[in-house]
Protein backbone atom coordinates (compact mmCIF):
# COMPACT_ATOMS: atom_id res chain seq x y z
CA UNK A 1 0.00 0.00 0.00
CA UNK A 2 1.34 3.55 -0.95
CA UNK A 3 1.67 6.10 1.36
CA UNK A 4 2.44 9.71 1.08
CA UNK A 5 2.78 12.62 3.87
CA UNK A 6 3.16 16.09 3.20
CA UNK A 7 5.23 18.06 4.91
CA UNK A 8 6.34 22.22 5.68
CA UNK A 9 5.44 25.25 6.84
CA UNK A 10 1.74 26.17 7.09
CA UNK A 11 1.88 29.92 7.16
CA UNK A 12 3.98 32.25 5.19
CA UNK A 13 4.12 35.88 4.18
CA UNK A 14 3.73 37.16 0.74
CA UNK A 15 6.86 37.43 -1.39
CA UNK A 16 8.76 34.11 0.74
CA UNK A 17 9.15 30.83 -1.01
CA UNK A 18 6.76 27.86 0.13
CA UNK A 19 8.51 24.52 0.11
CA UNK A 20 6.89 21.44 0.53
CA UNK A 21 7.72 18.11 0.75
CA UNK A 22 6.14 14.75 0.37
CA UNK A 23 7.44 11.26 2.10
CA UNK A 24 6.89 8.40 -0.04
CA UNK A 25 6.03 4.82 1.33
CA UNK A 26 5.26 1.09 0.17
CA UNK A 27 6.89 2.29 -3.44
CA UNK A 28 9.93 3.73 -4.85
CA UNK A 29 9.13 7.43 -6.35
CA UNK A 30 11.83 5.96 -9.28
CA UNK A 31 9.58 2.87 -10.19
CA UNK A 32 8.59 3.35 -13.49
CA UNK A 33 5.47 4.63 -15.03
CA UNK A 34 4.79 6.37 -12.07
CA UNK A 35 4.54 10.21 -11.72
CA UNK A 36 4.40 12.18 -8.51
CA UNK A 37 2.62 15.10 -8.33
CA UNK A 38 1.33 18.35 -6.55
CA UNK A 39 -2.16 19.52 -6.39
CA UNK A 40 -3.45 22.15 -4.31
CA UNK A 41 -7.33 23.54 -3.45
CA UNK A 42 -8.05 27.39 -2.36
CA UNK A 43 -10.50 27.79 -0.07
CA UNK A 44 -14.19 27.35 -1.71
CA UNK A 45 -12.73 26.38 -5.11
CA UNK A 46 -12.32 23.69 -7.03
CA UNK A 47 -8.79 21.57 -7.31
CA UNK A 48 -5.71 23.07 -9.73
CA UNK A 49 -2.98 20.28 -10.68
CA UNK A 50 0.47 22.30 -9.79
CA UNK A 51 2.99 19.59 -11.84
CA UNK A 52 4.48 16.51 -11.05
CA UNK A 53 7.92 14.82 -11.25
CA UNK A 54 8.24 11.44 -13.37
CA UNK A 55 10.00 8.21 -12.30
CA UNK A 56 12.89 9.58 -14.48
CA UNK A 57 13.12 12.63 -12.94
CA UNK A 58 11.46 14.64 -16.02
CA UNK A 59 9.32 17.41 -14.36
CA UNK A 60 6.13 19.53 -16.20
CA UNK A 61 4.02 21.83 -14.88
CA UNK A 62 0.58 23.75 -14.90
CA UNK A 63 1.66 26.45 -17.48
CA UNK A 64 -0.54 29.02 -15.37
CA UNK A 65 1.99 28.44 -12.64
CA UNK A 66 5.69 27.36 -14.29
CA UNK A 67 7.53 30.45 -14.18
CA UNK A 68 7.39 30.25 -10.23
CA UNK A 69 7.27 26.33 -9.31
CA UNK A 70 10.07 24.04 -9.41
CA UNK A 71 9.54 20.18 -8.58
CA UNK A 72 12.31 18.17 -7.18
CA UNK A 73 13.16 14.79 -5.50
CA UNK A 74 16.00 13.06 -3.10
CA UNK A 75 15.45 9.24 -4.24
CA UNK A 76 17.95 8.17 -1.57
CA UNK A 77 15.32 9.54 1.22
CA UNK A 78 12.24 8.48 -1.27
CA UNK A 79 11.10 12.26 -1.09
CA UNK A 80 9.64 15.10 -3.62
CA UNK A 81 9.81 18.52 -3.03
CA UNK A 82 7.47 21.61 -3.93
CA UNK A 83 8.71 24.79 -4.24
CA UNK A 84 6.66 28.09 -5.22
CA UNK A 85 8.53 31.24 -4.95
CA UNK A 86 7.36 34.88 -4.65
CA UNK A 87 4.01 33.91 -2.72
CA UNK A 88 0.81 36.07 -2.65
CA UNK A 89 -2.33 35.43 -0.52
CA UNK A 90 -3.67 33.90 -3.81
CA UNK A 91 -1.70 30.69 -2.67
CA UNK A 92 -3.31 29.68 0.32
CA UNK A 93 -4.52 26.42 -0.40
CA UNK A 94 -4.48 22.86 0.65
CA UNK A 95 -1.80 21.42 -0.95
CA UNK A 96 -1.74 17.58 -1.40
CA UNK A 97 0.28 15.10 -3.22
CA UNK A 98 -0.17 12.23 -5.16
CA UNK A 99 0.87 9.53 -7.04
CA UNK A 100 -0.05 9.86 -11.02
CA UNK A 101 -0.14 6.17 -11.88
CA UNK A 102 -0.47 7.68 -15.86
CA UNK A 103 1.16 10.53 -16.65
CA UNK A 104 -2.14 12.03 -17.38
CA UNK A 105 -3.80 13.11 -13.87
CA UNK A 106 -5.19 9.34 -13.03
CA UNK A 107 -4.21 9.96 -9.52
CA UNK A 108 -4.76 6.88 -7.61
CA UNK A 109 -2.56 7.21 -3.88
CA UNK A 110 -2.84 11.00 -2.04
CA UNK A 111 -1.75 12.42 0.80
CA UNK A 112 -3.91 13.73 3.68
CA UNK A 113 -3.19 17.51 2.41
CA UNK A 114 -1.55 20.46 4.30
CA UNK A 115 -2.60 23.68 4.74
CA UNK A 116 -0.90 26.80 3.43
CA UNK A 117 -1.89 30.38 4.47
CA UNK A 118 -0.04 33.45 2.97
CA UNK A 119 -0.73 36.37 5.31
CA UNK A 120 0.84 39.40 6.37
Known amino acids: QVQLQESGPGLLKPSQTLSLTCTVS??????????WSWTRQPPGKGLEWIGY???????YYNPSLKSHTSISRDTSKNQFTLELSSVTPEDTAVYYC????????????WGQGTQVTVSS
Open 98 to 109: ARDSSGYGFLDY
Open 26 to 35: GGSITTNYYY
Open 53 to 59: IGYSGST
